[in-house]
């Protein structure tokens, strides 16, 4: 069994250390270790908690096969979608950039700090979408 191994992976995924861990399911840190060197395993009432923290199902926590592994086989890409998005977000910025410069060399300096504005918001509209969507 790779219950060790599995809770090491899923730690490090949800970058805790081991003390951030023990204090969420309210055990030591040594007793953390133990786990994941496989010397002990929790009871059931420690695995629930376990499988909450980690936001895994416990069937998945003690499978044989390891979880580092299993997430590598399946990798998901990022929807097209979310990419097409993505590139309309840019595209308006960059819209937004020329305006700003269309509207600077005709000398209209309230025009040209309204699509500044405009293109800051885009850019921080995407930005936001980014880390919210594509990166999760």
Known sequence: MNLG???YNLRKKKELSQ????EKIN????TISNWELGETSPNPDQ?????KS????IDDLVENE????????QKIPV??????VLIIHIICSILWGFATLVAIIEKNKVTAMIYLCLCF????IASIWYLVKIKK
């Open 54 to 57: 980690l936001d895994i199902s």
């Open 5 to 7: 191994k599995n809770i």
């Open 66 to 73: 390891s979880i580092l592994k299993k997430s590598q086989e």
């Open 47 to 51: 695995l629930k908690l376990l499988s």
């Open 121 to 124: 918001m885009w850019i921080f």
């Open 27 to 30: 055990v030591t840190r040594q």
């Open 19 to 22: 003390e951030q861990l023990a």
């Open 79 to 84: 929807p097209i979608k979310n990419k097409i």
